[in-house]
């Protein structure tokens, strides 16, 4: 399935009044904007680039078409059910789309994507790896429902896989993915979520597998570890409990052998004397 990323800031094309590459025709997003003119929501400083993302019908899959405003979702388009899927509902009072002249427009589009990659020499863009994290959705209650979230970004192509572990076993019961969201430096963002509740002594890994990357990221949670992103860890009574265990453990380790050592040798030497 072919996708592509518009990015309403893109610029620099030569030899066409509107910026458009030459052979490419001019026409718009199912939002009513055109992928290579700049046009956005704007405010009293800045302009904010719309980003979008087109995944065209395949035999495979339906397709997909998402829209950004200002870094957050605020509605996608599935071709197959032509249903549009609001991230707020009231965000259908300031906006609209018309999915029928949509699909009519994806001849168009995908004209534009050859002359694109023609203009390229079809030279494939360079991946992008990701960068991840994984926190929990609410506070730590031990006992209490929660949701792990992951959360994969800054990657390109929009081609990526996230797998969730316990205690080293594959977990998929519950498990819950977004579609990729596009950002404003064409670069990717997905989240995945696992609903759990947090134990003692259980370890969650979410891990991360791109094609940017020579092997998966992997990140860990667990009771000592978890903390919910984008704070520090806080010094409460149940971390210094963790760490205070994690240091005795430590010290265990080195202080076992030691006196195991000096038994054994006081015991040599009572032998060694022999009776009175």
């Known amino acids: 399935m072919a996708k592509v ?23 718009h997003l ?18 904010i680039p719309d980003p979008a993302s087109l995944s065209f019908p395949s035999k495979e899959e339906s397709g997909l078409f998402l829209q950004d405003f200002d870094g957050e979702e605020t509605l996608e388009v599935d071709w197959n059910t032509k249903q549009v899927a609001w991230r707020l509902p009231e965000l ?39 960068i991840a994290k994984v926190y929990l959705r609410t506070p730590l209650e031990m006992g209490d429902p929660n949701m792990l979230v992951c959360f994969a970004d800054r990657f390109f192509p929009p081609v990526l896989n996230i797998k969730w572990l316990k205690n080293g076993q594959p977990v ?19 989240f995945s979520y ?3 509740v947090p134990e003692d002594g259980d ?3 979410c891990q991360v597998d791109h094609w940017g990357l020579d092997r998966p990221l992997v990140n860990i949670w667990s009771k000592c570890t978890g903390i919910s ?3 520090l860890l806080p010094e409460t009574m149940e971390n210094t409990l963790c760490a205070l265990g994690l240091a005795l453990a430590i010290l265990g380790i080195i202080t076992g052998p030691i006196i195991f050592i000096k038994a054994r040798r006081m015991r040599s030497n009572t032998r060694g004397r ?3």
């Open 92 to 130: 259908k009072q300031v906006g609209g789309i018309d999915v029928q002249g949509a699909l009519s427009n994806i001849a168009v589009m995908k004209n534009n994507m050859e002359v694109l990659m023609e203009r390229s020499n079809r030279t494939q863009s360079p991946n992008a790896a990701p």
């Open 203 to 205: 370890v969650y890994v």
């Open 229 to 231: 992103a984008p704070t």
């Open 30 to 47: 199912p939002g009513g904007r055109s992928p290579f003119l700049p046009c956005s929501g704007e405010s009293e400083d800045h302009l």
């Open 5 to 27: 990323s518009f990015l309403s800031d893109i610029t620099g094309w030569e030899g066409n009044e509107t910026g458009m590459p030459p052979g490419a025709c001019q026409d």
């Open 274 to 276: 022999g009776p009175l």
């Open 194 to 196: 696992l609903p759990l």
């Open 172 to 190: 998929s019961q519950g498990v819950e993915e977004t579609a990729f969201y596009p950002s404003v430096d064409a670069t990717f963002r997905k």
